[in-house]
């Protein structure tokens, strides 16, 4: 049983729009959520997190919104770049810094110039 | 950039070979762990790290074997390969005593390939 799904495997959006990636989990233990951006050839790296006790962490052009009644998050890139082209992890974990994350698939997001 | 490295960063074996591949780092994390990246696959542990000795299973740990007996080194060992384990395996490492210690930060990958 997958407990963090990422169910788009792509998304492609013009240069300038925006870009919504969607993650939805299923474990009530979670309580603190990552996003990772990965570049092809290279290892993940941390963008973006967010602690349940918000709803929404904003970092420059990236936000995170939390729905956690739906159990449900989402990134948000506003202004989309064509350097933002790259796979985009979703991670979720117990509420310590000692827990283990659990990944989702991943969706790979394409902006086109 | 986090200090890591992975090595080798690609190697090509036979089934039935053992292989290990290690990871160092220079950051002085308490945790390391080792996935593994499959296309329409997420990261997947295999095993990780709490401390020098001190190792627990992951979600896809058969096949695979790990030791830690210096804080910046951990070492994946696949005892005879087979051609499933023909993946990418990254190393990370975080460190439960800093702020924002939930966060990993990932070596650059090793790519394996068993014929």
């Known amino acids: 049983d997958q407990q963090v799904k990422q169910n788009s495997p792509s998304l492609s959006v013009q240069e300038g729009r925006i870009s919504i990636l969607n993650c939805d989990y299923t474990?009530?233990?979670?309580?603190?959520f990552l996003w990772y951006k990965k570049y092809p050839a290279e290892g993940p790296t941390f963008l973006i997190s967010?602690?349940?006790?918000?709803d929404k962490n904003e970092d420059g052009r990236f936000t995170v919104f939390l729905n956690k009644s739906a159990k449900h998050l989402s990134l948000h890139i506003v202004p989309s770049q064509p350097g933002d082209s790259a796979v985009y992890f979703c991670?979720?974990?117990?509420?310590?810094?000692?827990?283990?994350?659990?990944f989702g698939d991943g969706t790979t997001l394409t902006v086109k110039p | 950039d986090a200090g890591i490295t992975q090595s080798p960063r690609h190697k090509v074996t036979e089934t039935g070979t053992p292989v290990t591949l290690r990871c160092h780092q220079t950051?002085?994390?308490?945790?390391m762990y080792w996935y593994r990246q499959d296309p329409g696959h997420g990261l997947r542990l295999i095993h990780y790290?709490?401390?020098?000795?001190?190792?627990d299973k992951g979600e896809v740990s058969d096949g695979y074997s790990v030791s830690r007996s210096k804080t910046e080194d951990f070492l994946l060992t696949l005892e005879s390969a087979t051609s499933s384990q023909t993946s990418v395996y990254f190393c990370?490492?975080?460190?439960?005593?800093?702020?924002?210690?939930?966060?990993?930060?990932f070596g650059p990958g090793t790519r394996l390939t068993v014929l």
């Open positions: 990370a490492i975080s460190d439960p005593g800093l702020a924002g210690g939930g966060t990993q930060y």
């Open positions: 474990n009530s233990m979670f309580d603190y």
């Open positions: 967010i602690s349940s006790i918000k």
């Open positions: 991670a979720a974990r117990p509420n310590t810094n000692a827990g283990k994350s659990t």
């Open positions: 950051e002085n994390h308490r945790y």
């Open positions: 790290s709490y401390g020098v000795k001190d190792t």
